[in-house]
């Protein structure tokens, strides 16, 4: 199946700061992709469609200065935490279809725990 | 909107028992899918099985079956003869054709008691 990595796997900062989170599609290329966030014991929730070469779309709640979405290629997008706060520590994944259409299932990153603070 | 539902927050079986978890979903859609995903300790999200709402026959991978009633809107997933490596959070989820966004429900935790 596709595979999609995530880095880094854990990153532990102090509040104030940025942190950036890196998805890649490794064997196929992916015009969209999905950030999620994960509390403990909690469902995935959906924080934004990241699109290739246009602005994300966040979904309603969701700071769009804080939570920076960029999809430079078709293998790559970024979340960037800005000035990260202990209440966003959290897991983050992002996934991917590796077809549009949503005929497909998607294919999950390993997911990224991030610890302020 | 589509709403996904999973009212059994915890769920346990005995290692080789079949357990069975619920999920019912509301959707507007015509066509769409379902899928079963597990999330081990490791908590990678792991396919475990996918179905068509326009297939009537329902979906079957080894061990793991699902319980297809488009009318009753309900999706269950009934894992046979339970091994310690299903120990895991199943999360039961619905897209409609042609979109993308995965409406997940709010997860079960499955224990294997030995």
């Known amino acids: 199946g596709a595979v999609v990595s995530q880095h880094p796997s854990w990153v532990i900062c102090k509040s104030g700061t940025s942190v950036k989170i890196e998805c890649r599609s490794l064997?196929?290329?992916?015009?969209?992709m999905f950030w999620y966030r994960q509390f403990p014991k909690q469902s995935l929730m959906l924080m934004a469609t990241?699109?290739?070469?246009?602005?994300?779309?966040?979904e309603q709640g969701v700071e769009k200065d804080k939570f920076l979405i960029n999809h430079a290629s078709l293998t790559l997008s970024t979340l960037t935490v800005t000035s990260a706060h202990p209440e966003d520590s959290s897991f983050y994944i992002c996934?991917?279809?590796?077809?549009?259409?949503?005929?497909?299932?998607?294919?999950f990153g390993p997911g990224t725990r991030l610890t302020v603070l | 909107a589509q709403t996904v539902t999973q009212s059994q927050p915890e769920m346990s079986v005995q290692e080789a028992e079949t357990v069975t978890l619920s999920c019912t979903y509301d959707?507007?859609?015509?066509?769409?899918?379902l899928f079963w995903y597990k999330q081990p300790p490791s908590r990678q999200m792991i396919l475990v099985i996918r179905?068509?709402?326009?297939?009537?026959q329902n979906a079957t991978e080894n061990r793991f079956s699902v319980n297809f009633q488009k009318a009753a809107k309900s999706f269950s997933l009934k894992i046979s003869d339970s091994q310690l490596g299903d120990a895991a959070m199943y999360f039961c989820?619905?897209?409609?054709?042609?979109?993308?966004?995965?409406?997940f429900g709010q997860g079960t935790r499955l224990t294997i008691n030995p």
């Open positions: 989820a619905h897209v409609g054709r042609g979109a993308q966004k995965l409406v």
């Open positions: 179905q068509e709402a326009y297939k009537q």
């Open positions: 064997d196929f290329q992916a015009t969209t």
């Open positions: 996934s991917a279809p590796p077809s549009p259409g949503g005929d497909n299932e998607q294919f």
């Open positions: 959707t507007s859609e015509s066509d769409y899918y």
């Open positions: 990241s699109n290739e070469g246009s602005k994300a779309t966040y």
